[in-house]
């Protein structure tokens, strides 16, 4: 299982930086004769190999890393050396915590039955994660799980998660003077895109609009009308992406200040700032089908902010006119 991939795609076919995705391996063999859609689409139950690579810091990188050595990863959790491995038991099944060199648990290991990949990935995270959250909080230290690698064994298909990689911009010397009203509104965008939590960076998204859309554009209007200053409101619809999740797209051209109050409102803010969900429970952050969640509306909060705080400099630009 410890392979290191090199799969060349050129970045402009990848999806925004930032996002997580995943690599799909669909090998072909001689003695198959299903194609690769009735392989990808079995819905038979079978046998899943999981593992996911644990780090301690977060990176950003320009290329993606798919290396699934898992005495490559890293954390703060130090075994004895004589130690081969840690065995975790819980109504799942029996996994497996690996060591690097450093005697460090790198990697979390284990097989899980299911229908499909998708499944058996969110049943392996709820299985280790828990175990996972206990030794953060007994050793008071940070933890990530840097990328998760799945192995169909039925169908021999391969599915490796990683961060999509940022580009390199060149930019001007030469800087507009910033208002100060949006100094605290770019600080946001910057704890957002340096944060690797899905619900972290949401609710920072969800403050960059409320701030904007809530409190610096409504004051800065009505000075704009006292001063006796005509504009003409900015057209602000979602943008469209090709990437947002096909179930968001329903939500492309529409405003996004109705957008803001009757979906990222509702669906979203409401859960992440008060940590209960409708029937009552609290949020687990660890649970898959959550995260899963708030990171599929990730670009299309994220577009909406670019959009409304483009659309905000502008109204500035009226003021210093």
Not at 210 to 228: H, Y
Not at 240 to 255: D, W
Not at 270 to 287: C, M, P, Q, T, Y
Request: glycine letters at 2%.
């Amino acid at each position: 299982m410890n392979k290191k991939y090199n799969i060349s795609i050129e970045k402009k076919k990848l999806p925004p930086p930032g996002i997580l995705d995943y690599i799909v391996q669909v090998p072909t063999f001689e003695n198959d004769s299903r194609t690769d859609e009735e392989r990808l689409q079995d819905k038979e139950e079978r046998k899943f190999k999981i593992k996911a690579i644990l780090t301690n810091e977060i990176q950003f990188s320009g290329t993606a890393d798919l290396d699934i050595d898992e005495t490559k990863g890293a954390s703060f959790f130090k075994v004895p050396e004589e130690a081969l491995k840690l065995k975790i038991y819980n109504k799942y099944g029996i996994f497996l915590g690996a060591k690097n060199i450093a005697n460090e648990i790198s990697a979390f290991l284990g097989e899980v039955n299911s229908t499909n990949w998708n499944n058996a990935v969110k049943l392996f995270i709820e299985a280790v994660s828990p175990m996972l959250d206990y030794f953060l909080f007994i050793a008071n230290c940070p933890i990530l799980i840097s990328k998760v690698y799945c192995n169909d064994t039925k169908n021999n298909i391969e599915f490796i998660s990683y961060t999509v990689p940022y580009s390199e911009v060149t930019i001007s010397p030469h800087i507009d003077s910033l208002p100060e009203e949006l100094i605290p509104i770019f600080a946001l965008y910057r704890e957002a895109k340096n944060n690797h939590s899905p619900f972290y960076r949401f609710l920072c998204y969800y403050k960059i609009l409320e701030g904007v859309l809530k409190n610096i554009r409504p004051k800065l209007f009505k000075k704009l009308k006292s001063q006796s200053i005509q504009f003409i409101r900015l057209e602000e619809s979602v943008p469209k992406h090709k990437e947002i999740e096909v179930e968001l797209q329903k939500l492309i051209g529409k405003n996004i200040q109705s957008v803001f109050e009757d979906y990222f409102t509702k669906k979203y803010r409401n859960i992440v700032a008060h940590f209960i969900v409708k029937d009552g429970r609290i949020l687990n952050v660890s649970e898959f089908q959550s995260s899963n969640e708030f990171n599929s509306a990730l670009l299309l909060i994220e577009l909406c902010v670019r959009k409304v705080i483009d659309n905000q400099i502008n109204y500035f630009k009226l003021k210093r006119s």
